[in-house]
Each structure stands twice: as structure tokens, then as C-alpha cells.
T-cell receptor, first 112, second 112 residues
Framework: TAGITQAPTSQILAAGRSMTLRCTQD?????MYWYRQDLGLGLRLIHY???????GKGEVPDGYSVSRANTDDFPLTLASAVPSQTSVYFC???????????FGDGTRLSIL | AQSVTQLGSHVSVSEGALVLLRCNYS??????LFWYVQYPNQGLQLLLK??????LVKGINGFEAEFKKSETSFHLTKPSAHMSDAAEYFC??????????FGSGTKLNVKP
């Protein structure tokens, strides 16, 4: 089934360690996004990419980095994890301007 | 400035009763508005969207929403709740062509 694949589904990580969350889409969508979802706060945009080779900062980018080497992949890296980064992370993609977003099933990350 | 406000973090209805989930927005440009649903341990799925044209929008699973510019609202309704409607619902505002603001979500509980 076409869509977005996120890996891992869940992870427990020690504070100070680095981690890369993977996201792959097979819909050939130009735009991709990373959100974090926290109770009572809804989804907040971390980083986005309008097309391969470009990235931009969202609402809460600090402590995170992304790359977009090709259309399909959009990994999110935490260079040195902190407990406040405990959250559920969602990757999404959209076909372009004014189009709805399609979401992966999320990665549940706990930083201890 | 753009923002989305969902009134009521939790809504409880009886099976067969009317569902009304409230969403108000603020936007400096004509808004594109969306409703998403999230089931436990899953990503968000698009229910319906308003871009231009007809202000009453029908979506999947019997849901519909009406765009009211004068009230800056985009409330989600369903005439008769079903147990399978229990989920969390997010209102979203599209801005800057492909970036979204999400509301903080409303959890719908359906009582038998």
C-alpha cells in the first residue's frame, strides 16, 4: 500500500545520545514535514522540505536537524537528545501547494 | 497572524446523538481549512477539506463541516454518532501554500 513509512515505531533513548528517525514516502510528493505531538499542544511543525535539496525551519526546530537528499526520504536527527524531546513524532508529505498532508503512523520516542 | 482554536479538549456523546466539534480560526488571508481524525497509535487521516466554493463540505464517514467566514468558524458535525467515531479530531489551517497550523485536538468519546 502506498504511503509513508516511519522507523522505528518506538524507541527509548538515553539523554545525550544521538538518534535519527527515518521517514520514507512512495507517493513522489514534493513536500515533506516533521511534527511532534504532545498532549494538549496538538501537532507542532519541526522542519519541512518543499522539494528535494531544500529544507526549512518550522515552529520548534531547536535540537533537531533534517536533510532531503532525494524525493522519498526525509530523516530527522536529534544530535544530543534531552528529556523535553520525549514525544510522538510524525512525518507527513503533500503533493504540493494547497494540498492535504498524508501522515505516517508515528515514532514514539522516550528520552531518559 | 494565523491560529486555530478548538473549543473543548474532550467531548462525550451518546451513540446516535449529534456530534459537534468546534473550530475557530484566525487568518490574514482566505483560509484553507481541514479536519483530520487520529485513531490510537496511528497517524492523522484526512476527513474533509475546504478550499474555495461551497461552504458546506462533506467528508468521509458521514462527517461534514461548514465554513462560516462571518464567524471565523469551521465546525465539524455528524448527525448520528457511531462507536467507531471515537477518536481524536484535529482542525488545521493551511498557510503559506503548504504549511499547516493544527489545533490542539478534541477527543471524542461515544457512549453506548
Amino acid at each position: 500500500t502506498a504511503g509513508i513509512t516511519q522507523a522505528p515505531t518506538s524507541q527509548i533513548l538515553a539523554a545525550g545520545r544521538s538518534m535519527t528517525l527515518r521517514c520514507t514516502q512512495d507517493m513522489r510528493h514534493n513536500a515533506m514535514y516533521w511534527y511532534r505531538q504532545d498532549l494538549g499542544l496538538g501537532l507542532r511543525l519541526i522542519h519541512y522540505s518543499n522539494t528535494a535539496g531544500t529544507t526549512g525551519k518550522g515552529e520548534v526546530p531547536d535540537g533537531y536537524s533534517v536533510s532531503r537528499a532525494n524525493t522519498d526520504d526525509f530523516p530527522l536527527t536529534l544530535a544530543s537528545a534531552v528529556p523535553s524531546q520525549t514525544s510522538v513524532y510524525f512525518c507527513a508529505s503533500s503533493a504540493g501547494q494547497n494540498q492535504p498532508q498524508h501522515f505516517g503512523d508515528g515514532t514514539r520516542l522516550s528520552i531518559l | 497572524a494565523q491560529s486555530v482554536t478548538q473549543l473543548g479538549s474532550h467531548v462525550s456523546v451518546s451513540e446516535g446523538a449529534l456530534v459537534l466539534l468546534r473550530c475557530n480560526y484566525s487568518s490574514s488571508v482566505p483560509p484553507y481549512l481541514f479536519w483530520y481524525v487520529q485513531y490510537p497509535n496511528q497517524g492523522l487521516q484526512l476527513l474533509l477539506k475546504y478550499t474555495t466554493g461551497a461552504t458546506l463540505v462533506k467528508g468521509i464517514n458521514g462527517f461534514e463541516a461548514e465554513f462560516k467566514k462571518s464567524e471565523t468558524s469551521f465546525h465539524l458535525t455528524k448527525p448520528s454518532a457511531h462507536m467507531s467515531d471515537a477518536a481524536e479530531y484535529f482542525c488545521a489551517l493551511l498557510y503559506n501554500f503548504n504549511k499547516f497550523y493544527f489545533g490542539s485536538g478534541t477527543k471524542l468519546n461515544v457512549k453506548p
